[in-house]
């Protein structure tokens, strides 16, 4: 059950946008722990109409790219979850901060839509079958295998990119050291 009804949330928007107190004034009256839910509401509440306000029964599946998209829009920009949720037509942010949270744990591969279910278990009949010669393999040219290879490609010159710059900044840093003990060396032979 959620915490706030949906008549509720719709009795303290509208007290709001009647001007029957401030964000904390209401809050405090309506004991809301904190005036940002207050203000989601409203903001929600102005973007969508009552339904905005409204529990969602069902739910909705967002595709890979628009996932993908919203996470790199928040990233690249100083937006916050609220008000990128109501540009992208999204009524609830805490979607969008899971969404990246997961692209920065995981990377994109966490954004795509998962496979219900329990897994197959391997039948032993199929185990004993002789397996297919290698010219009658097929090569997988799928949209979505070939879509994970690219992700594996991005992330691997990422990597890649990270530790050339890694090892730049290490022999550099050696450099700077070995200077200094030349100087070191260079100015105890002066003052003896």
């Known amino acids: 059950m959620a915490k706030y009804s949906y008549e509720f949330k719709l009795k303290v928007v ?11 004034y209401l809050a405090k009256k309506y004991d809301i722990p904190a005036n940002s839910r207050l203000k989601e509401w409203v903001a929600v509440y102005k973007k969508f109409g009552k339904e905005g306000l409204m529990r969602s029964r069902q739910n909705k599946k967002y595709s890979f790219q628009f996932k993908l998209s919203v996470v790199e829009l928040y990233l690249s920009s100083e937006v916050s979850y609220q008000e990128l949720a109501l540009s992208q037509g ?5 979607l969008i901060t899971k969404w990246v949270n997961d692209f920065r744990i995981t990377g994109p591969d966490a954004l ?5 279910g329990r897994k197959k278990t391997l039948d032993i009949r199929e185990i004993k079958k002789p397996s297919k010669s290698s010219k009658e393999k097929s090569v997988d040219t799928s949209a979505e295998h070939i879509k994970e290879l690219e992700d594996e ?3 691997l ?6 530790l050339k710059e890694l090892r730049r900044l290490r022999l550099e840093e050696e450099n700077l050291l070995k200077k200094q003990r030349e100087l070191y060396t260079v100015s105890e032979e002066n003052s003896n």
């Open 90 to 94: 999204i009524n609830n942010s805490s």
């Open 112 to 116: 795509r839509p998962k496979k219900k």
């Open 157 to 162: 010159r990422i990597e890649n990119a990270y």
């Open 14 to 24: 509208q007290a709001y946008l009647n001007d029957e107190g401030s964000y904390d």
């Open 153 to 155: 490609n991005l992330k």
